[in-house]
């Protein structure tokens, strides 16, 4: 960090000189236009103006003798967490299938991603997708939709034996996953560009915080898609009682999420405490369902003790939600 001196010109204006090695860095030349913006917490952004410099960054691979499926798509889905707006996948000879095939998967799993060119040795894969389009709170809306819809489906799925709603909750997991990629790509995309930033309405803090928040719903998600899973494995109907207090136990988390992200959207402190509180009777009720779940034998007490803990996990997440809305809140 350098320190610099505050200088005044003209006796009414403020100057401060720039970092000699951050002008030849970002190619900027006498009369070019910077953007500066001010930050809540009273510090300045400075950047480039975007009619110098693009904010679309860019990342080339060499996918020549073939990647392990896997492998490659998690590469792409960081590259495109990381605020990768243009990718392009490289061969030296004919693209194998597999690149391909990933290639096409990413895509259609991304939301606002686009193969925009491709031949046999190469694809490009772009963002297509404005900031202003999607702005965080409409995609904390929707994954608290999806989210919520999930869980639903996994219990009533397990009470009505019904394998298609258990299999539906599991599918949809992919959707909840690509709206979690999309707050992350433009959320580290917000941080390189100040441009970008102006354009969602947000600022620096304001970001991490949704980001979180986005992340946390991902894995509220994912114990949806464990509830589904376990309750597939089950080998016989569980006793009327054990049901009536998952559906019970399921109600009780749900109303925590659905409060949670209320309170977080509304940016209302006395609801995310009262969230916050709340918590505590869901995880004093899974306790007494895992007391009751032991009972049972075999894979049954496996799968619904493990049922149980989703449930539980659910409820704390959410409290998560209620105190990073507190914290954001406390100024």
Known sequence: MEKRKVQMTGGSSYIITLPKE????????????LNITAQPDGTLIISPDSGKESDRRQMDMDVTGGMDSDYLFRILVAAYIKGYSVINLHSRGVMEEGARSVARQFSQNSVGLE?????????????????????FERTIKRMHLLVRAMHTDAIEGLVKEDNALLNDSVERDIEVDRLYWLVAHQYNSALRSTETMLKM?????????????????????????????????????????????????????????????????????????ATIEKTKKLAARCEKLNNMVMKEKG?????????????????????????????????
């Open 201 to 273: 309405g947000i600022t620096q803090e304001s970001g991490v915080y949704y980001f979180i928040v986005a992340k946390t719903m991902e894995r509220i998600g994912d114990h949806a898609v464990r509830i589904a899973k376990n309750a597939m494995k089950m080998e016989k109907r569980p006793s009327p009682a054990i049901l009536k207090e998952i559906e019970a136990a399921s109600k009780q988390a749900l109303a925590l999420f659905s409060d949670s992200v209320d309170s977080w959207l509304k940016k209302d402190m006395k609801a995310a405490n």
């Open 115 to 135: 193969i925009v060119e491709e031949d046999e040795k190469f694809i490009e894969i772009r963002d297509l997708l404005s900031p202003s389009e999607m702005p």
């Open 22 to 33: 951050w002008i030849k860095r970002m190619n900027i030349r006498k009369n070019d236009l």
């Open 299 to 331: 894979m049954n007490a496996i799968a619904l003790s493990y049922i149980t803990e989703s449930i539980r996990r659910t409820g704390e997440y959410s409290g998560d939600i209620s105190e990073m809305a507190i914290n954001y809140l406390v100024r």
